[in-house]
């Protein structure tokens, strides 16, 4: 019997094609005319439904939303039209299952990840939409199928991970760095993107399947696809991947990462329930993130047992605040992770800590506050990394950050240095407000520039001429701060050694962001510069579901 492909299928006919027949009915579809606004400047032709389809209907008669990313348009990118479809539906979603209106959110990722054309608004919209998901599993199961095509990487592989349930086919790859992105910025001996025995045994379906990285591999068929998505509905689900920290943990802690693991030797430790952690060796290297972390915990020793992440409380205006930062350290064991990147240790263990301090405040009347201190140059870009799923430690992170908000906890980032992809999205973008230094060595980006380069098929020459036209491209803190998210950026006469003053000036905006006392993101659609111009088509976007929700 001939198969029905759910691959072939494009991004609307895959959502048509998993409710059922007749009840599909498109929220904010093409005939609107809600297009990309920055990619006109840059010769590329926009798509009326920026890639992003949001079906309504009903899954075995069970109220349902699909929300399907179409891979065939900028490789499924998300940008800040497409991306804040996604969010504003789930939005729309937890809404109505909050008042005991049940509906099934299923997400369907055939996604490269940020859309580098509009880089800074897809990692912005991408972290609305993990809050967003974070917030839906209190209610029910989140559904994320991985088909084919694109697959899942980059900042939507981080979003895959915190699904309630994923569904693979073998054919499909889910990784956090593009093998060919892990090969420019790591060298071909670490990964070589041509192998593709090596790319697919490393993360393509059947290896993430093994790993136990995904929940269910499916053949290539629609009817086998509703098959696994009814499961997934019908099944007792257990603790989320993102908050099985000390399985991981440990996982992380046993690996030899001077070696290139095979996958058979990981799943044995997965297996091992050793909790010890090995010796660490601290080199101290500085950074303005530790700098920076020193002054505002004021000599207080991290009570972190890991190097890399810096972790302390203090009383900050009158309440006890945990600070949290992540360093480099030159003897760091895990190579691909020295130079302050967040790699697999880094991100289980922020989970760790953020987690244990939300446990301890679980039944305090007054819960303690949370600042990031934001100085990370990018996730860690190696073959070990990738085989462990770096993508689910960033995941575990960005988790704990936004359940700390759900639970009344603010959550506070302060961009002291910078702040560039998977990294942020892990630490700092998760927080209610975010405040950041004026200072013109400050980079925040999806990916470095050569890589970036590489991806658009540009010469570094051309990406920096484009700048000038799409802020959201540009890698200054000045850009970042007319795209709308930055409550405010304040002026320091010293970024690297702060002085009292710059201390103090910093000091006043942070408690004006923590007494603000936040729990979404929401605020990042209110500043002046977002509603002014920054954020407009987020707005627009999000004003337009509301209209045609029902």
Request: hydrophobic share 40%.
């Amino acid at each position: 019997m001939l198969k029905n492909s759910f691959i072939e299928l494009n991004g609307r006919q895959r959502a048509i094609a998993l409710l059922d027949i007749g009840s599909f009915r498109e929220v904010l579809g093409p005939f609107d005319r809600i297009e990309s606004p920055h990619l006109a400047a840059q010769g590329i032709v926009p798509q009326s439904d920026d890639g992003v389809i949001i079906g309504k209907g009903a899954f075995k008669h069970q109220p349902a939303v699909i929300i399907s990313i179409e891979g065939a348009f900028q490789g499924g990118g998300i940008g800040e039209v497409g991306g804040s479809k996604i969010a504003g539906a789930l939005e729309h979603v937890l809404k109505e299952n909050k008042i005991g209106k049940k509906i099934i959110p299923v997400i369907i990722f055939d996604t490269g990840g940020v859309r580098l054309q509009e880089a800074n608004y897809g990692l912005l919209m991408i972290s609305e939409i993990q809050s967003a998901i974070v917030a839906l599993r209190e209610y029910g199961p989140v559904i994320g199928l991985i088909p084919g095509n694109v697959g899942s990487f980059g900042g939507m592989s981080i979003t895959a991970a915190l699904c309630s349930e994923l569904i693979m086919t073998e054919t499909a790859r889910f990784g956090l760095n593009g093998p060919e992105v892990i090969e420019q910025e790591a060298g071909i001996t670490e990964f070589n993107s041509k192998n593709r025995a090596l790319v697919w045994n490393t993360i393509g379906g059947m290896a993430r399947y093994e790993m136990g990285l995904v929940d269910q591999l499916v053949e290539d068929d629609v009817e086998l696809f509703r098959n696994a998505i009814h499961t997934a509905i019908s099944k007792e689900f257990s603790v989320p991947r993102t908050q099985q920290i000390s399985k991981f943990l440990s996982t992380v802690n046993q690996l030899d990462p001077t070696v290139k693991n095979r996958k058979e030797s990981v799943l044995q430790l997965l297996e091992n329930k050793m909790t010890q952690v090995p010796d660490r060796i601290d080199a101290k290297t500085p950074s303005r993130g530790r700098t920076w972390f020193t002054t505002f915990t004021k000599g207080v020793e991290s009570i972190s047992k890991y190097p890399t992440v810096l972790v302390a409380d203090r009383e900050f205006e009158g309440k006890m605040t945990r600070f949290v930062a992540i360093v480099p350290n030159e003897k760091n064991r895990f190579p691909r992770a020295i130079h302050g990147e967040v790699g697999l240790q880094e991100g289980w263990v922020l989970a760790k800590y953020i987690r244990e301090a939300i446990e301890d405040d679980a039944d305090k009347m007054i819960k303690r506050n949370f600042v990031a201190i934001i100085d990370v140059p990018s996730q860690a870009y190696g073959f070990n990394e990738e085989l462990l799923g770096i993508h689910y430690a960033c995941a575990a992170s960005a988790d704990a950050y936004a359940t700390a908000r759900l639970k009344g906890h603010s959550v506070i980032g302060v961009i002291v240095g910078n702040a560039i992809s998977g990294a942020f999205l892990a630490h700092g973008l998760q927080s209610s407000r975010l405040i950041a230094l004026n200072d013109k060595d400050i980079n925040v980006q999806a990916m470095s520039k050569q890589s970036a380069a590489r991806i658009t098929k540009r010469t570094i020459a051309e990406l920096e001429e484009v700048t000038k036209k799409v802020p959201a491209m540009a890698y200054d803190i000045n850009s970042y701060y007319t795209l709308g998210a930055l409550d405010t950026l304040i002026d320091v006469e010293n970024a690297n050694f702060p002085t009292t003053h710059d201390f103090e000036k910093v000091s006043i905006e942070l408690s004006k962001a923590i007494e603000a006392n936040d729990h979404s993101l929401s605020q990042r659609l209110k500043t002046k510069n977002a509603v002014e111009s920054g954020r407009k088509s987020s707005i627009v976007v999000r004003s337009k579901i509301e209209e045609q929700w029902n």
